[in-house]
């Protein structure tokens, strides 16, 4: 009946009025043949004796009957425009959505069109994200091969200039032979862990490996990493403090994984925080997670650089990377790995500290495994 709400009231007249005249026309033939069967057969004039006692009633019944099966008929005509106007108008407010803002409702839709109106915008919003979603694949593979491409050339090209002296008899005495040797060998060694980090990110990206889970003592693992990093710790002066609060310091985790994430921040807090004396290891714990805390006290990493760190290929000062041998690979793969984990990693960075924590769920890295 809602079609009645979109109808003139002189078009239901007229409808009316052509239903009833149509029905005393077929009224009319329909009488003249019931008389032509009653004279030619005595079962109908029979049949029409008997129906004479309810005349009145059956005409005005008849004639109703008749009126309704007219008026349905201009009804489903009429409904029948009515769909095709609006799926047309629907069809026109979809292209009209398809070029102006995604949030613009279609206007002047009927109730029983509101769902299927909801599904066509549900349906064009998730085909703008799909379209976003490719376009920025698409940059990202785009940054990727440059910035790979800028990586690979710049030692490279230190490379061949070094070798081109060497091959050339360009250099002074053996002292400065092994100079150019040690250059040539120290670009190829920044190249090659460029390379496998390259190669280690994509990888986890494309395909995720599968983690191994196994009861890893956190505590332990910090103290032989500080440990193992001694050397390198007095060469620049540093040494490390490790400080724990734990209760429970052991949680299921792919120790492998773990430990490539923390020997990168450890080296990073040497590399980046060698200005400071120290390295503060803290390790802490709730009932539902572990929190491990690297800092140093070197320059801080501004502000703008920030939401920013964990960006692949994306560095704070690309003349102290490519001094340092940084890739800017380490810390994409290491939020990788922790995200594999179930957990965060985050980085807060002031004019005296800088602190990444690595946040692990207790629960759902028992469930993974």
């Not at 090659?192 to 191994?212: A, V, W």
Request: aromatic fraction near 12%; glycine fraction near 4%.
């Amino acid at each position: 009946m809602l079609l009645l709400k979109y109808l003139p009231i002189w078009k239901v007249i007229v409808y009316l009025f052509i239903s009833m005249l149509l029905s005393m026309v077929t009224g009319f033939i329909l009488i003249t043949a019931a008389s032509y069967l009653e004279e030619g057969s005595r079962f109908f004039e029979s049949f029409f004796f008997l129906l004479s006692y309810f005349q009145q009633f059956l005409l005005i019944l008849f004639y109703l009957v008749i009126v309704c099966f007219y008026l349905f008929i201009f009804y489903q005509f009429e409904r029948n425009r009515f769909l095709s106007y609006y799926i047309e108008k629907m069809g026109k407010n979809v292209q009209l959505l398809t070029n102006t803002d995604i949030s613009t409702r279609m206007a002047s839709i009927p109730s029983e069109f509101q769902a299927l109106a909801d599904s066509l915008q549900d349906i064009l919003m998730q085909s703008e994200e799909a379209i976003e979603e490719v376009k920025k694949a698409e940059q990202l593979k785009n940054d990727l091969i440059t910035n790979v491409a800028h990586d690979l050339r710049s030692p490279l090209t230190s490379i061949l200039g070094y070798l081109e002296l060497i091959n050339q008899d360009r250099y002074r005495d053996e002292v400065e032979l092994r100079h150019y040797i040690q250059v040539v060998y120290d670009k190829s060694s920044s190249l090659h862990t460029l390379i496998n980090d390259i190669f280690e990110y994509t990888y986890m990206q494309n395909q995720p490996s599968k983690l191994t889970f196994h009861a890893v003592n956190m505590e332990e693992l910090l103290n032989q990493l500080a440990i193992h990093s001694k050397t390198q710790l007095e060469r620049n002066g540093m040494e490390y403090r490790f400080y724990s609060s734990v209760k429970h310091s052991i949680v299921m985790a792919d120790g492998g994984k773990l430990i490539r994430v923390l020997e990168n921040l450890i080296q990073n807090a040497i590399r980046y925080g060698n200005e400071g004396k120290y390295i503060d290891i803290a390790l802490r714990d709730t009932e539902e997670i572990i929190e491990i805390e690297i800092a140093n006290y070197g320059h801080p990493i501004p502000p703008s650089d920030l939401p920013y760190i964990f960006d692949r290929f994306y560095r704070v000062e690309k003349s102290r990377s490519h001094y340092t041998g940084g890739s800017g690979l380490g810390l994409a793969i290491a939020k990788s790995i922790i995200d594999q984990h179930n957990g965060t990693i985050e980085v807060v960075s002031n004019p005296t500290r800088t602190a990444f924590t690595i946040k692990l769920v207790k629960e759902q890295l028992a469930v993974s495994s």
